[in-house]
Each structure stands twice: as C-alpha cells, then as structure tokens.
C-alpha cells in the first residue's frame, strides 16, 4: 500500500521570549491512498500544531526544528517556502479549526470559494463558477444557494462550504481539524456521514483531528493519539479502540481505572495537560498515570510494536530491549 503522506521525526516548538513551548516533540506518523488518520488528544496536546507544521502555515514565532514530511514520497522539507506555496492547498489541504467561521461576511460564499480556485488555476470566472457549484453538490449545498452571503448559510453549511474549500483544488490529503465540534449532534452526524461519503467517492486520504476517540473509531482506519506534543499510542484503529493499552489513550476511552477506589471505578483522566514549555520528565504523562513507577520519572518511553500494527510509548510494555 502507497502512503500519500509520511511525517518522520518531526518537532516544531514555538519561541516564547527565551523558552520553547515543544508542541511537536519527535511525532511520526503515514497516512495510505483513500485512508484516514485520526489524531486524538486533549485541548493543547498539539494536534492543530501538527496540521499547521505540515500546511507550513505557521506563526512568526513557531519554528520547525527538524524532521521529514513526504508527499506523494517526495520530501516536502526541502522544498522552498516558495516552492511549497504551489503545492499548499493543491496536494494538501486543510479545513482549519472554526474555518466556519472564517468566511468574510462582505462576499458570497461562492466568491470566496471561487477565488481559491483561481489562485491556484489559471481558468476562466465561468469555469471557477461551474467548479463551485460540482462542489457544492458534493458536499451536499444546493448549487443555487452560490450568491449567499456567510450569514445566509447554516452552521452545518457553512462547516461543508470550508469542506468544499478545501477540496476546491483535489487534494490528495485533506486535514481536517474539529471539524464537528461547534456542531450540534444531529448536524454533526450529518457532517461525518459526508466525509465518510467523500473518502469513498474521492478515494482522498484524510487526517481527522478531534478530541473524540469515538468520531475516530467511525470514520478513521488508524489513529496517533497524541500527549504532550508526542504519540503516545498509533496504529490500527480497530486494534487500539478494542484493546487500548497507553493508560492515556484509556483515559480518553473513559476507561480510566481507579487504582485507589475500593471498587473498581471508570473515571476521567485527573490532573491537567503538562506545561509544554517545561514538560514534565520522562514520561510526559507520569504525574498524571496511576500505573507510574521510578523508571516513569526519568526515562522517556519509546513507541514500540506490541502488536502487528499496533505501537505503543510505555514503559509498562516495553521489556527493557
Ligand atoms: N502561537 C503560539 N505560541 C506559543 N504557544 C502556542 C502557540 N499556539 C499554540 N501554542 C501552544 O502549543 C501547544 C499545542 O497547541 P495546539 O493548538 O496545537 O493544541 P491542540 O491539541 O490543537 O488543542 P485544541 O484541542 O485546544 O485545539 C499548547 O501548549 C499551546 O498553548
Ligand atoms: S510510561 Fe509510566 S507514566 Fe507513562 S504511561 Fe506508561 S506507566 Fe504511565
Ligand atoms: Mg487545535
């Protein structure tokens, strides 16, 4: 199987006077033709953080420290800032968190879809416009609907018109960051049995990033569940969602368990995410992790194989090799 996007080893920190805040601490991960990756984690774990190092979409003070990102195997790293700009948005592409929300409220959704059209392909107003509206069929808009303005649009379609912006160009990876979340459960269903609908019909590969381990489970084929700006747990989503074994990725299963209750006990993940401009050491998790002993403390897990396709960072699994 052909992977369409490859990240290796790659770290991106953000300056903060004289610190760093590592957001993208060593995270690698590959996404095949037609497949989806979920990647999973609490608020500030660095999921947006990811997306935008790979747009290459970054703040003035973020700062891409090392590693590799390939596209369609080429090595997208090495590519200039205005050599990367002719293929952003045009081999990928994202639908960014709030994105829609981001709709200028003086021109017609239309306009502005069509606009990304034309910046990136030299065609007629005529051809962007029949372009607009194979997509809003696509994604499920009334092609009539292309002269309303943002306030005109429902929260769903205003969600399936930033979709439909980022397809505007065929991508060959959409990433898609809380697609769902300002949703309300009805609109939301309605949004992942589009995207489900999408990947089989393009066959596009996707990147889903949410909080959410069950909207993953739906729609993804793996997933990176991502701590302290590193994967924690990775691979097969069928595998991890059935048999999680980071006792962070049960945490967000809502599978916690309480070690110190008399009986056993569910509960959420206590404590907060770690400072990542003075992460904790070792184990970024281990204030956090009931199972955490000395070695936790000192020593960073690796992720390793447990399984065929299944990759874990704990120390509880690894034999010491
Ligand atoms: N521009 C920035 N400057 C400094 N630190 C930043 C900046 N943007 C994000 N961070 C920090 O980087 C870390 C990762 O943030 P990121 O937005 O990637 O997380 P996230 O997983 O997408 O969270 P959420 O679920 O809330 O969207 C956090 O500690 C955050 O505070
Ligand atoms: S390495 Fe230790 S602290 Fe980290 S998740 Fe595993 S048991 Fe918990
Ligand atoms: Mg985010």
Avoid at 69 to 82: A, F, N, P
Avoid at 84 to 97: D, G, L, T, Y
Avoid at 223 to 252: C, F, M, R, S
Avoid at 294 to 316: I, M, Q, T
């Amino acid at each position: 199987m052909s992977e369409v996007l490859k990240v290796e080893s790659l770290k991106m920190y953000y300056r903060m006077g004289q610190t760093y805040v590592k957001a993208v601490d060593d995270v690698s991960f590959e996404v095949q033709k037609g497949k989806c990756l979920g990647l999973a984690g609490e608020s500030g774990s660095g999921k947006t953080s990811i997306a935008t190092t790979i747009m290459r979409i970054l703040p003035k003070n973020g700062q891409i420290i090392s590693g590799s990102i390939y596209l369609d195997g080429q090595d997208v790293m090495k590519l200039s800032d205005e050599e990367f700009r002719k293929i952003r948005w045009v081999k990928v592409a994202m639908v960014p968190q709030a994105s829609m929300n981001a709709f200028d409220p003086v021109f017609t959704i239309g306009d502005q879809i069509m606009e990304a059209i034309q910046t990136h392909k030299n065609v007629t107003k005529d051809e962007a416009m029949s372009r607009v509206k194979e997509l809003f069929q696509l994604v499920g808009i009334d092609p009539s609907r292309i002269n309303n303005y943002p306030h005109e649009f429902s929260g769903g379609m205003k969600q399936r018109a930033a979709i439909a912006m980022a397809l505007a160009n065929n991508p060959d990876v959409i990433i898609l960051d809380e697609p769902t979340t300002a949703l309300d459960v009805i609109v939301q269903a309605q949004v992942l049995s589009l995207l489900r609908n999408l990947k089989q019909k393009l066959n596009i590969s996707m990147i889903l990033i949410t909080h959410d381990l069950s909207i993953i489970a739906d729609i993804c084929d793996s997933v990176a569940v991502i701590y302290g700006g590193k994967v924690v747990e990775y691979g097969d989503i069928y595998k991890i969602y059935k048999n999680p074994k980071h006792p962070y990725t049960q945490g967000l299963l809502g599978a916690f368990p309480n070690i110190k209750a008399k009986k056993q006990k569910l509960i959420g993940i206590p404590g907060a995410p770690p400072n990542l401009a003075n992460p904790p050491s070792g184990c970024r998790f281990h204030p956090r992790c009931p199972y955490a002993f000395d070695r936790c403390k000192v020593e960073e897990p690796k992720l390793k194989e447990v399984e065929p396709g299944h990759f874990v960072a704990c120390h509880l699994y690894d034999k010491g090799d």
